[in-house]
């Protein structure tokens, strides 16, 4: 079952939880879909690590992002972090990428597309990236 199944599930249980009377239902409905929301948040993101420094990624990210078809909105690089947002062309996705270096000369990034992810996606634009490094 895809994660998106799994979190409609949870809102249905917890629309139906707040449909029955009782306060402690309502309280436990609202805990409970807070808390399916918080970990499918949590989950949406692609999470890798990299040998590459945050802007050789950032560079790498560019160049993926224009061969994909995704406009970019906005970057931020620093000595030791990168952070680069675009959108879909395709179909309006906001995809965030962000990168920060570790000791070692490797670099821990992570790719987000919306707020819930897109594992795919964010699998395919993880290769682009790598692949331009």
Request: glycine share 10%; net charge neutral.
């Amino acid at each position: 079952m895809s994660k998106l199944s799994k979190f409609f599930i949870a809102i249905i249980l917890g629309a139906s939880m707040l449909m029955t009377s009782g306060c402690l239902f309502l309280v436990a409905g609202a805990a409970a879909g807070g808390a399916v929301a918080g970990t499918a948040y949590y989950m949406g993101k692609l999470k890798g690590n990299m040998k590459a420094t945050p802007q050789e990624i950032e560079a790498a990210t560019l160049k993926a992002f224009k061969k994909l078809n995704i406009n970019v909105k906005s970057q931020y690089s620093s000595n030791n972090s990168t952070e680069v947002e675009g959108v879909s062309t395709f179909n309006g996705d906001k995809i965030d990428v962000y990168a920060k270096l570790n000791e070692g000369g490797t670099s821990d990034i992570s790719i987000r597309i919306n707020t819930f992810g897109d594992q795919e996606e964010s699998q395919r634009i993880y290769d682009e990236i790598e692949s331009n490094l």
